[in-house]
């Protein structure tokens, strides 16, 4: 089994974010991190490849950790590494800077049609800076391929090529259960378990790992059709929400915080 | 004027609110015209529904080809309606921002060779005419971005209370569109579902009020479901609390939870941590309860309680309700 798992380098969600003077985002002034959400996914990648490996087949499963990004990015793929992914691919490129969701997707799905004899594309839930939640489905419309998104339970049965998985998803107004056969693309959230810290073997391990970088060229897409000019949507402004200011803090002493809050709620006519 | 798509956000047929939000935006754009998917059964109800606030025209699509899978059936919907519209095609569509609606979404824009703009909070339409404006906040609210679709037709996921719903009679013209669902469409197969169960309470998503609780609320949420009830609101909580298993996930707000902006948000025992602001801090008002002065939450409230909530909650929540009478 052939397993990609998209990671993306974001800025520190932690940090201070700004933009660019072009509307794009900062990716230089704040620290960047692989996606504290893709760390799900690239946790449930290898609990797949542990599962296939210690079956009956004893399978051979091969995670490929993928991103699209900066040069910088290569850091999220290396913690992926560090995790136990097997390899990685970097697709970077400096027409691709200020790409949409378009594509973006277009980028990734083009990367995974080159690696080929996929079985499985791991995705997060949502990037922590674009926070979309689009690129998995626009991964599985692209690549005609089932969308079995936003899994907080993961199930999968089977052995060599040929995997049915369940996930349980839940949604606004129910809970489900999605099934499908790979290959296919999968999203999971963070309710799908813990991902696992590097342990020092495995950042030994990962600097002998493979990690190739390729450009647009090599995954044959037009640099005329990403990048910020050829997006389809634009930014026209950015504008930086002024900080709340502090309001009153009162500290309880005898009941007093409680007949202070009431008296709050009913200034502001909410009782 | 050209018609505005507006994908019906229903539970069973049941309209839900935002629809009605989203029509009264597709008012600012065009003329409305509801898509909706759903059981034949339920086809009256849903069109009275949104002929009150505006729809001139409704497309009626049976699911039952649909309902058994997830969310590729119904951008083909959508596709094919929007495609029918012939050349200049709609001015826009207008689909909920949530999981489902930002998915059918994507694969749309992808359909459509459109842009794409997901979860605004305010759409309108552009000076020159030349198609909406929308509105996002971004960075865990710290940013508001003005963004435009420029290729296609605008695909744009709204929010839940982006828009103050708006009576107005519309013509409500009902469509039956045949769609022709494809194989592919047909490959994620939903297995099981099982409905949450109403709790008597608002939406999270749709509530004026959220009174939510932390892992300070030490597992019993009765003290912060009693303030919330004493106050019409909706029950929200930290992922801490979500995690230790006290609360179901559904009710979680922030960074990978619901985002809410209700007019009062109450945090109770809840530290205020980067990714549970990010699901808040756009609420016009924000009180806290917490027992460490030094909170990250007392950063963002327009007043703050320093007190443990267990005697702090049910002292306010006995007070109002005495006011209350
Ligand atoms: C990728 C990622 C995504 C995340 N997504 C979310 C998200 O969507 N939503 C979210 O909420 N968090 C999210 N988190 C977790 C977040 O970082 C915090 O860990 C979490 O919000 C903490 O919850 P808390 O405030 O309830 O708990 P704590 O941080 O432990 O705070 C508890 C607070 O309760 C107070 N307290 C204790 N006892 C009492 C008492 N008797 N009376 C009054 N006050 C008391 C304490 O002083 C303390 O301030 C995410 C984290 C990551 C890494
Ligand atoms: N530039 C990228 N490189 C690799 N994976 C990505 C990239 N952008 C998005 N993804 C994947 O798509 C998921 C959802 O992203 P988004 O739709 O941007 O919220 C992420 O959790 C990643 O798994």
Redesign the pocket.
Same mark, same amino acid.
Not at chain 2, 238 to 241: G, L, W
Not at chain 2, 307 to 310: E, K, Q
């Given at each position: 089994m052939n397993i990609v798992v998209c990671v993306k380098y974001v800025p520190d969600a932690t940090a201070d974010r700004h933009f660019e003077s072009d509307n794009t985002v900062d990716r230089k002034g704040v620290p960047g991190l692989l996606s504290?959400?893709d760390e799900y996914a690239v946790e449930q990648a290898l609990q797949l490849k542990e599962k296939a490996a210690s079956g009956d087949g004893g399978d051979d499963v091969e995670v490929t950790a993928l991103t699209v990004g900066p040069e910088d990015a290569a850091e999220a793929i290396k913690k992926a590494l560090q995790m136990g992914a097997d390899k990685g691919i970097h697709v970077v490129d400096d027409a691709i800077a200020g790409s949409d969701y378009l594509a973006t997707s277009q980028v990734l799905a083009a990367a995974i049609e080159k690696i080929g004899d996929v079985d499985v594309v791991m995705c997060g839930m949502a990037s922590?800076d674009a926070t979309g939640s689009v690129v998995p489905a626009m991964l599985a419309e692209r690549l005609d391929l089932p969308q079995v998104t936003l899994g907080s339970v993961i199930e999968s049965q089977g052995s060599g090529d040929s995997w049915e998985f369940r996930i349980k998803r839940d949604g606004d107004t129910a809970t489900e259960v999605i099934g499908a056969t790979a290959p296919l693309v999968l999203s999971v959230t963070?309710q799908s378990g813990e991902a696992r810290y590097p342990s020092f073997k495995g950042i030994m391990a990962a600097k002998k790992k493979p990690l190739d970088t390729w450009s647009l060229s090599d995954i044959g897409v037009d640099a005329d059709k990403v990048g910020l000019d050829a997006a389809w949507s634009a930014v026209e402004g950015t504008e930086e929400r002024p900080p709340r200011s502090q309001g009153e803090i009162v500290t309880d002493e005898d009941g007093s915080g409680a007949t202070a809050l009431v008296e709050f709620l009913a200034s502001k006519k909410f009782i | 004027m050209s018609e505005v798509l507006v994908l019906v956000d229903h539970l069973d047929g049941k309209v839900r609110k935002p629809t009605y939000e989203l029509l009264t935006i597709a008012k600012r754009l065009g003329e409305p015209s509801a898509v909706f998917i759903g059981g034949a059964d339920k086809v009256d109800d849903a069109v009275a529904a949104v002929k009150k606030y505006g729809a001139e025209k409704v497309y009626v699509v049976d699911d039952a080809e649909i309902k058994g899978y997830l969310v590729a059936p119904k951008a083909e919907v959508l596709q094919q309606i929007a495609e029918k519209l012939g050349d200049s095609g709609p001015a826009a569509i207008l689909i909920p921002s949530n999981a489902e609606g930002k998915e059918i979404a994507g694969r749309l824009a992808i359909k459509l060779e459109s842009g794409l703009i997901t979860d605004a909070v305010d759409v309108s339409a552009s000076e020159g005419g030349e198609g909406p404006v929308t509105t996002q906040s971004v960075f865990a609210g710290s940013y508001t971005v003005q963004a435009k679709v420029t290729k296609g037709t605008p695909i744009i996921t709204v929010k839940p209370n982006s828009a103050a719903p708006e009576e107005s009679e519309g013509k409500a013209e009902q469509e039956e569109f045949k769609a022709t669902i494809s194989d592919s469409a047909k490959k994620a197969k939903i297995v099981a579902s099982q409905p949450r169960k109403a709790s008597g309470r608002p939406e999270l998503n749709e509530a004026a009020i959220v009174v939510s609780g932390?892992?300070?609320t030490?597992g019993d949420f009765s003290e912060v479901e009693g303030l919330a009830d004493s106050l019409g609101a909706a029950v929200g909580a930290?992922? =801490? =609390?979500v995690d230790s298993g006290w609360i179901p996930h559904a009710f979680? @707000?922030?960074?990978?939870?619901k985002v809410v902006s209700p007019q009062l948000y109450v945090a +109770?025992? &809840?530290?205020? =941590? &980067?990714?549970?602001r990010?699901?808040m801090q756009t609420s016009k008002t924000i009180v806290a309860? +917490?027992? #460490?002065e030094e909170?990250p @939450?007392f950063e963002l409230v327009d007043f703050g309680v320093v007190? #443990?909530?267990?005697t702090v909650l049910p002292a306010a929540t006995e007070e109002i309700n005495k006011r209350k009478g």
């Open positions: 504290e959400l922590t963070d | 932390g892992r300070g030490g930290s992922r =801490a =609390a979680q @707000i922030g960074q990978t939870g +109770n025992g &809840i530290s205020g =941590a &980067i990714q549970h990010a699901g309860v +917490n027992k #460490d909170a @939450i007190g #443990d909530l267990h």
